[in-house]
T-cell receptor, first 108, second 117 residues
Framework: RKEVEQDPGPFNVPEGATVAFNCTYS??????FFWYRQDCRKEPKLLMS???SGNEDGRFTAQLNRASQYISLLIRDSKLSDSATYLC?????????FGDGTTLTVKP | GAGVSQSPSNKVTEKGKDVELRCDPI?????LYWYRQRLGQGLEFLIY????????KSGLPSDRFSAERTGESVSTLTIQRTQQEDSAVYLC???????????????FGPGTRLTVT
C-alpha cells in the first residue's frame, strides 16, 4: 500500500461543475499537508496548504480529517484552466510524500 | 525574485556514464529537496537537506546516487554508472526552514530531463 493514495481519475467534467478529490495517507504522525497542481510536462506548483480547520481560497476548499487520515480538495465552478493533475502531499519530519496525482479535465 | 533553477534542462547520456545535476534554490531557503518523476508517474522522494546536512537519505534508490550541498545553497545530485531505468525528470525544490511542527511549502525548479541511452 502506498503511503499517500489518490484516485488517479481521470475526472472529466464540464465547465462550471463542482468536483472533489480525496487523498488518504497512512502515516498518522504526518504533520503538514498540501495540494499542488502539475500541468503537463511542468513542475508542480503549490495550490494550497491544508489546515486542520479547513481552508478556502476562492473556488478551492481543502479539508483535513485526521481521524480518518484523509484530505480533500473541492473545486467549485470549474474553469478550463483548472485542467491539470492535482497532487496531495503529506509531510513528516521534513520528508514529503506525494500521491501519484488525480487528473482533471474540464471541458467546454 | 528568482525562483529555483536547475541545470542542465535536458541531458542525454550513454549507459554507464556519470551525470551531475545542479540545483540553485531560492535565496534564503535552507531546506532543499530532490525528487525523481518517471513519465506518467508521481514524484519519488530522493533526499532532503536542511542546511548542508542531509537528515534523510532514505529515498536514494541505490549507492550509485549521491547528493551534496555546500554553502547552504547549491546542491548537486550525482548518478554514477547510469542505467536506462534512471531516465526520468529530476526535480529540485526548496523551502524555508522548518519550525517545530510546521513545514513550509516547497517551490520547485523546472527539472532536468535525463535520458539514458
Amino acid at each position: 500500500r502506498k503511503e499517500v493514495e489518490q484516485d488517479p481519475g481521470p475526472f472529466n467534467v464540464p465547465e462550471g461543475a463542482t468536483v472533489a478529490f480525496n487523498c488518504t495517507y497512512s502515516n498518522s504522525a504526518s504533520q503538514s499537508f498540501f495540494w499542488y497542481r502539475q500541468d503537463c510536462r511542468k513542475e508542480p506548483k503549490l495550490l494550497m496548504s491544508v489546515y486542520s480547520s479547513g481552508n478556502e481560497d476562492g473556488r478551492f476548499t481543502a479539508q483535513l480529517n485526521r481521524a480518518s487520515q484523509y484530505i480533500s480538495l473541492l473545486i467549485r465552478d470549474s474553469k478550463l484552466s483548472d485542467s491539470a493533475t492535482y497532487l496531495c502531499v503529506a509531510v513528516y519530519a521534513g520528508k514529503s510524500t506525494f500521491g501519484d496525482g488525480t487528473t482533471l479535465t474540464v471541458k467546454p | 525574485g528568482a525562483g529555483v533553477s536547475q541545470s542542465p534542462s535536458n541531458k542525454v547520456t550513454e549507459k554507464g556514464k556519470d551525470v551531475e545535476l545542479r540545483c540553485d534554490p531560492i535565496s534564503g531557503h535552507t531546506a532543499l529537496y530532490w525528487y525523481r518523476q518517471r513519465l506518467g508517474q508521481g514524484l519519488e522522494f530522493l533526499i532532503y537537506f536542511q542546511g548542508n546536512s542531509a537528515p534523510d537519505k532514505s529515498g536514494l534508490p541505490s549507492d550509485r546516487f549521491s547528493a551534496e550541498r555546500t554553502g547552504e545553497s547549491v546542491s548537486t545530485l550525482t548518478i554514477q554508472r547510469t542505467q536506462q531505468e534512471d531516465s526520468a525528470v529530476y526535480l529540485c525544490a526548496s523551502s524555508l526552514s522548518r519550525t517545530s511542527g510546521m513545514t513550509y511549502e516547497q517551490y520547485f525548479g523546472p527539472g532536468t530531463r535525463l535520458t539514458v541511452t
